[in-house]
């Protein structure tokens, strides 16, 4: 972590930019469904205010693709946020331009602005340096606290930056410094769970993690892949067949470098995709045509288990089934209940990606995790290892 955070800078009565991601999930009726996103980051927002400073909040909520659509404005954002600090927030009805401009212009050290979806200008995710220039006029210095986002290269997060001082929130630099950590001095063992549906979504991250990692549990649609690789039958399972080469290369890797690789070696089986399905429980080597694993089985779990006893860093990305239909979840709840044990007994643990987060909430046992990061694409491409833009782009200590 050698880059500036809000503890390293000066705020008293100046106006700061804080990007944060209150991209939350809203219902019908324009109501926050999961608040999660919008809580991480009060830490920063506290600190900020506590030491004098106005706040400009600056975000992106839903895939305007640069036009203004009512039903992605903030303004319920503002509204729930407002209830959530306690005293009434303003907000602005744009980011940039006249409306912008005099709010920040009339706020004062302790108050707080949102500004209007960045993403309603098709400025921002092209990273345009005008529309940079003009959020940056806004304020003083610039605080992103948008880890979500880091691994794009936006206006917002990476543009300001040639403009004014850009330091890490409290939110963002926790997630540096857990992922960080953990990719790049980790106590060992180190285990490392990928599951998910497809082998394509994380054939980075598993490259890397063989790079890093004493044992690999592979789980989930995936894991259909490279039992196919292996000549294993998957009847109807889902798979990515112009994928076995690179299975097999995986596999050859891992076992080149001494990483012991965790696959199912039992599977629950359905005769459809359907909650309700017809299933049983087979070996590996016994799935049918027209049967389609949906969860790993008792013996799977039991191995799993076992791999995760010791372990000092443990990092988890995607469920071991389609948790969503309960009677396809035990898998995915075994290794919730043995990540949350390596935790008790002081290994550090990662759970990163929407479906492992719904998951363990499933299970009632967040609370027993190390760190779950607020990063979807972003917890997966610094897995893998690559340079986030916002990360990058963030002032040097």
């Known amino acids: 972590m050698n880059k500036k955070t809000i503890e390293d800078i000066d705020v008293q009565g100046k106006k700061v930019f804080v990007r944060v991601d209150f991209n939350v999930p809203l219902d019908d009726q324009q109501h926050i469904t999961n608040d999660k996103r919008i809580r991480a980051t009060l830490p920063t927002i506290h600190y900020l205010v506590d030491h004098g400073a106005a706040v400009i909040l600056a975000s992106h909520l839903g895939r305007p693709k640069g036009q203004r659509k009512p039903e992605l404005s903030l303004k319920p954002v503002a509204a729930y946020f407002s209830q959530l600090w306690g005293t009434p927030i303003k907000f602005a009805e744009d980011c940039i331009g006249k409306p912008a401009q005099d709010a920040a212009a009339a706020l004062q050290p302790g108050e707080i602005l949102l500004l209007e979806n960045l993403r309603f200008h098709p400025e921002e995710e092209k990273n345009d340096p005008g529309f940079a220039k003009e959020l940056a006029a806004l304020a003083d210095v610039a605080v992103d606290d948008a880890f979500g986002c880091a691994h794009r290269g936006h206006a917002s997060n990476d543009g300001i930056t040639k403009y004014l001082e850009t330091v890490a929130g409290y939110l963002l630099e926790k997630e540096i410094k857990f992922i960080g950590a953990a990719l790049a001095a980790p106590e060992r063992p180190f285990v490392a769970i990928l599951g998910g549906a497809k082998v394509s979504d994380k054939i980075g991250v598993i490259a890397n993690m063989i790079d890093k990692v004493d044992t690999i549990i592979i789980g989930g649609g995936m894991a259909h892949t490279f039992d196919a690789a292996k000549g294993l039958p998957i009847g109807d399972s889902l798979c990515e067949p112009d994928k076995y080469d690179l299975a097999r290369e995986l596999l050859a890797k891992a076992e080149k470098k001494g990483v012991r690789v965790v696959l199912p070696v039992d599977v629950v089986v359905a005769d459809q995709f359907a909650a309700d ?26 191995l799993y288990t076992d791999a995760l006893q010791g372990a000092r860093t443990v990092i988890w990305n995607g469920p071991m089934g389609v948790f969503e239909f309960d009677a396809f979840a035990k898998g995915t709840e075994a290794v919730a209940a043995a990540v949350a044990k390596a935790t008790e007994e002081g290994a550090v643990s990662i759970v990163g990606g929407g479906d492992s987060i719904a998951a363990l909430k499933k299970t009632g046992l967040s609370a027993k995790i190390s760190h779950i990061s607020t990063g979807g694409g972003a917890t997966l491409e610094f897995l893998e290892g690559k340079v986030l833009p916002g990360i990058a782009a963030l002032a040097d200590k």
């Open 277 to 302: 399905a017809n299933r049983k429980v087979v070996d590996v080597d016994q799935v049918e045509p027209g049967w389609q694993a949906l969860d790993s089985g008792p013996k799977t779990s039991a």
